[in-house]
Each structure stands twice: as C-alpha cells, then as structure tokens.
C-alpha cells in the first residue's frame, strides 16, 4: 500500500510539473502568446450623448432621488400612524408613484423626441456613399 501511494505521489508530482509550463504559456491578461490565433477586438466606445440629454438625464435623477426620500419618509410614517392616517399615507404614496411615472413617460418622450432631431440632422447613408465614391474617383483617376 505504501508502494502505491508513493507512485500515484510521483505520478501526480509528474503531472503537476508537466503542466506548469503549458499553464506557463498562458499569461492569464488577455495577451495572445500564440500570433497564429486571433485576438477578440476589444469593444467600441459608446458614443457619448448630447449636453441637452445629459442634462435631462441629471435633472431627472435628482428629481427621482427626491421623490425616493419623500417615499420613505412616508413609509416611515406608516408605521407610528393610525388606520386613518395609513389610509391618507397611502394614497399620498399612490399619487407620488404616479407621478413618477408621468416623469418617466415624459423624460422618454423628451429623449426619444431629441434622438430623432439629431438623426434628421445627419446626412443620410446615400450621401456619405456618393460622396466617398467621388473622392476615390477623384484620387484614383479612374472612371466608373
């Protein structure tokens, strides 16, 4: 039995020292140490959005960061207030909550509204075409 465990020891040691270097090879950091494998390009940046939008988005924020305070300074009520007064609470909660989603509706129709002007206000994708396939006739000399 001794026998055994010290040749399944050295044949595990073995394995271990057989695999260190392949494990080597691999630096772990996305770095390809085979040229032959392509690499996975890294993602493109989002593009950054307009100032107008920012500024809705921030406005929008803020105004929800209040609106949560609000709420839980109503729940906390909640709890020390009667029947009554649990009644009230509740629908102050139900009318800030709809509220909220008025905000929400009408921030998405704002941005929505927004994106569409500035995508009127690119030049279309025919354009661009047209007008790189002139300068490369321009560039080249050549005709159609």
């Excluded at 055994?4 to 020891?9: E, I």
């Excluded at 691999?26 to 085979?34: E, K, Y």
């Excluded at 988005?57 to 209040?66: G, L, M, T, V």
């Amino acid at each position: 039995m001794k026998t055994f465990k010290s040749l399944m020891g050295a044949a595990v040691a073995t394995v271990a020292l057989m695999a260190t270097p392949a494990f080597a090879a691999d630096p772990g950091n996305g770095q390809n140490p085979d040229p032959q494998k392509p690499t996975h390009p890294e993602k493109p940046a989002k593009p950054a959005l307009p100032d107008d939008i920012k500024k809705l988005i921030e406005q929008f924020r803020a105004d929800h960061q209040a609106k949560v305070q609000e709420f839980k300074k109503l729940a906390h009520q909640m709890s020390e207030a009667t029947a009554a007064e649990r009644e009230q609470l509740r629908e102050q909660m139900r009318q800030l909550l709809a509220d909220q989603k008025q905000e929400r509706e009408k921030l998405r129709e704002q941005i929505r509204e927004r994106l569409q002007e500035l995508a009127k206000n690119l030049p279309s994708r025919k354009d661009l075409i047209d007008a790189a396939k002139e300068k490369a006739k321009g560039q080249h000399g050549k005709g159609d």
